[in-house]
């Protein structure tokens, strides 16, 4: 069992640092279990980290030959049960990713997964891509207006 399930409550515990990597947030998950009793299912919280970036609840963004993940413009960062204590329990220090380079790797994944979408005829993927277009404009102050329209087109095509 993993002890968060959700983007959001993912994105909270990423923000309690500010960024941190794969391999830090899946401490952070393990260390819930254990505060909890539970056991970590591994393949779970890897799966719920894969599930959090392809959402965009996370954005993963290259810093220092390293990965980090931060949270992104469909999170509504929330701190699940014991969180609170993560930055007492985990060796990891703050960090501020620079806010440019969060929207940018959004903004460049959002072009690629709505192309690939249309080309795949994938009507749920373009209607998911579709409400993260409208949250990546607010987070990230970005027009990404042509690839709503891409988006659109290719649902009125299909209907």
Do not use: C, Q
Not at 17 to 27: M, N, P, Q
Not at 30 to 42: I, Q, S, T, W
Not at 83 to 95: C, G, K, Q, S, T
């Amino acid at each position: 069992m993993i002890p968060t399930e959700t983007g959001d409550e993912l994105a909270g515990v990423v923000d309690l640092f500010g960024a941190l990597t794969r391999e830090e947030l899946e401490a952070a998950l393990g260390e819930l279990a254990f505060k909890r009793g539970e056991d970590v299912d591994r393949e779970a919280a890897r799966a719920a980290v894969d599930a959090a970036l392809e959402n965009y609840y996370l954005v993963a963004v290259d810093r220092n030959d390293r990965t980090i993940l931060a949270p992104g413009p469909a999170a509504f960062p929330s701190l699940p049960e014991g969180a609170e204590d993560l930055p007492h329990i985990l060796d990891v220090p703050d960090r501020d990713p620079d806010r440019a380079s969060l929207v940018d790797a959004a903004e460049r994944r959002l072009r690629g997964d709505a192309a690939r979408a249309v080309d795949d005829e994938d009507e749920d993927r373009i209607e998911r891509l579709l409400d993260v277009s409208y949250d990546l404009e607010t987070w990230g102050g970005v027009d990404v207006g042509e690839v709503r329209t891409r988006l659109d087109d290719a649902v009125e095509n299909h209907n």
